[in-house]
Nanobody, 119 residues
Framework: QVQLVESGGGLVQPGGSLRLSCAASRSIGSIVDMGWYRQAPGKQRDLVAAITRGGSTNYADSVKGRFTISRDNAKNTAYLQMNSLKPDDTAVYYC?????????????WGQGTQVTVSS
């Protein structure tokens, strides 16, 4: 079974920082896009940030200027640096990798990691 393993979540005060990591447990083919999503209780899962294999990035308006997505292709790992955190950032964060295996495109999801921003 292929797994995306997430780490780095936790409890932080408003204005603090966290760095999330997401790594594939083994080779999953050629990874094209990596992204981070979040879901708060009772709400839909929304895209937070995405990065292509070439390094182009896209961010939700709510996190622009505060969050930075990056990737290490050699390690099959994605990162999300979160600064100036707000209570509204509280959610379960999920990573997603889109990868090509032969002629087929596959989607992989992490297990989710809780981020809580509270004083």
């Amino acid at each position: 079974q292929v797994q995306l393993v997430e780490s780095g979540g936790g409890l932080v005060q408003p204005g603090g920082s966290l760095r999330l990591s997401c790594a594939a447990s083994r080779s999953i083919g050629s990874i094209v896009d990596m992204g981070w999503y979040r879901q708060a209780p009772g709400k839909q899962r929304d895209l937070v940030a995405a990065i292509t294999r070439g390094g182009s990035t896209n961010y939700a308006d709510s996190v622009k200027g505060r969050f930075t997505i990056s990737r290490d292709n050699a390690k099959n790992t994605a990162y999300l640096q979160m600064n100036s955190l707000k209570p509204d950032d509280t959610a379960v964060y999920y990573c997603r990798f889109d990868a090509d295996w032969g002629i087929t495109r596959y989607n992989y999801w992490g297990q989710g990691t809780q981020v809580t921003v509270s004083s």
